[in-house]
């Protein structure tokens, strides 16, 4: 039989994992000072919105230009795919690779990932468990990796600056793409994988 | 019933996942062991040796190598007899003169502010571990770099030079300089410092040491 702390009046700190009475729900913890709570607060209606958010900045940060690459004074501002396209047509098929992943596989994933992960919360899904607890690490852990194509923007308009021989500068949609990717990792942050669990009890208790 | 007072009023002798919230009786931990939750798999805590000796060393040379990463050239583009040098702070500043303000503020706090904060918050931390001494801001330094920790991007900073460095392969001839040497050094050490941390010890010191 396996019991969750909350059912037996335990909660822990979120911060520093310090285990209190349920007494302490709402004050302050002893030992680090963060406030107690014995589940995120609004965990699943503060990660749907800044899903959604994620998700509408998506739409601007794949159809605006993220960079503008000139030579010779030629050259127009390209969009991410546009970007990794140029990669391919010069062979540099796994440096595209890397890009796409980074840009356009990752959130996209990131983004169907939690969603299932909210639905398994909301539905009372209970199968998987342990998958979903990979994935919930996965997408923690893969977030911060889309800002590659950011910092790529970054590094070039600061060494391609050549005058009118060569110059990279950025455009707008590397805001919006910087935007979408902040969205998902403070999603991620604010969901609690405990409540997919507290579902997982439920139905235990139901059937036993 | 009975059985959930009796828990309530002795909190502090159970583990509690703090992924899936199992509860689990407290017990002894040797160093250099992991405990893994028998529910959700998540690991619950990994004792280090000499944890706080080991991110004091690796705070202070990542200090150390903070300096050049960001002062020296990371890399330096050569074409026609023309040259021009990169740094962090300076594709900060290219952002900022392509009026994308907001971003370029994202790559401060991620590529210097935060990195730097780090190190100076784990050095001054278990500096006072290490030493037994009671100090100020001890629990909002833990905190801190617990909140920060996700937000240092180096390592990212740095896969984005080596997709740089292949982008610019066919137009120019690209050179790396010392600051990139650094900058490798302290992208290692910063993932060592977040490997030895040991943040159960950590919190049980600073717990200790407050109560005096
Ligand atoms: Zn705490
Ligand atoms: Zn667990």
Redesign the interface.
Same mark, same amino acid.
């Given at each position: 039989m396996?019991?969750?702390?909350?059912?037996?009046?335990?909660?822990?700190c979120?911060?520093?994992?310090?285990?209190?009475?349920?007494?302490q729900d709402k004050q302050q913890c002893p030992?680090?000072?963060?406030r107690i709570h014995r589940r995120k607060q609004h965990s699943v209606a503060y990660t749907w919105a800044l899903l959604l958010a994620s998700m509408i900045m998506l739409v601007p940060a794949n159809l605006l230009p993220i960079m503008t690459f000139k030579?010779l004074g030629k050259g127009d501002p390209a969009t991410i795919m546009q970007g990794v396209l140029q990669?391919l047509e010069?062979d540099?098929l796994g440096?595209a690779l890397?890009?796409l992943t980074?840009s356009i596989i990752i959130p996209v994933m990131k983004i169907i990932g939690l969603i299932i992960l909210l639905l398994t919360i909301q539905l009372g899904w209970t199968t998987n468990?342990?998958q979903k607890?990979l994935m919930y690490?996965f997408v923690e852990w893969i977030g911060?990796?889309s800002?590659?194509d *950011?910092?790529?923007?970054?590094? %070039? !308009?600061? *060494?391609?600056?050549?005058?009118s %021989? !060569?110059s990279?500068?950025?455009?707008?949609g590397?805001?919006a793409f910087?935007?979408a990717v902040?969205f998902t990792?403070l999603a991620a942050?604010c969901f609690d994988?405990?409540l997919i669990?507290?579902k997982h009890l439920e139905q235990l208790e139901v059937f036993p | 019933m009975r059985?959930?007072?009796l828990?309530?009023?002795q909190?502090?002798k159970?583990?509690?996942c703090?992924?899936?919230?199992?509860?689990m009786n407290r017990r002894a931990m040797p160093d250099r062991h992991e405990a893994h939750c028998p529910?959700?798999?998540?690991l619950i805590i990994s004792s280090k040796h000499h944890s706080i000796e080991w991110t004091l060393a690796l705070a202070i040379a990542g200090l150390i190598l903070f300096l050049p990463a960001n002062i020296f050239p990371i890399?330096t583009?050569n074409?026609?007899g023309?040259s021009?040098?990169?740094?962090i702070f300076?594709?900060?500043?290219?952002?900022y003169?392509?009026q994308?303000y907001?971003?370029?503020a994202?790559?401060l706090m991620?590529?210097i502010i935060v990195p730097l904060m780090k190190l100076l918050l784990m050095a001054y931390l278990s500096a006072c571990l290490l030493f037994h001494k009671p100090a100020p801001l001890l629990?909002?330094a833990?905190?801190s770099y617990?909140q920060l920790d996700?937000w240092g991007?180096l390592e990212?900073?740095m896969?984005?030079?080596l997709?740089?460095i292949?982008?610019?392969v066919?137009?120019?001839d690209?050179t790396p300089g010392i600051g990139l040497y650094s900058l490798t050094g302290l992208i290692i050490v910063t993932l060592l410092t977040s490997t030895q941390l040991d943040?159960?010890r950590f919190?049980r010191r600073?717990?200790q040491l407050e109560k005096r």
């Open positions: 396996q019991h969750s702390a909350l059912t037996h009046g335990i909660i822990i979120q911060r520093c994992e310090k285990p209190a009475s349920i007494e030992r680090c000072g963060t030579s990669l010069h540099m440096i890397v890009v980074a468990m342990r607890m690490h911060r990796w800002m590659l *950011i910092f790529v923007v970054a590094i %070039l !308009a600061a *060494i391609v600056q050549l005058g %021989l !060569a990279v500068t950025g455009n707008t590397a805001t910087a935007a902040i990792m942050n994988t405990r669990w507290d | 059985d959930r007072d828990a309530s009023t909190p502090g159970f583990w509690v703090p992924e899936c919230d199992l509860l529910r959700c798999h998540s890399l583009l074409t026609l023309l021009q040098s990169e740094t300076l594709s900060v500043k290219a952002l003169d392509s994308l907001a971003v370029s994202l790559v991620s590529a629990a909002w833990m905190r617990q996700s991007m990212i900073y896969l984005g030079i997709v740089s292949v982008k610019l066919d137009v120019a690209v943040k159960h919190w600073i717990e």
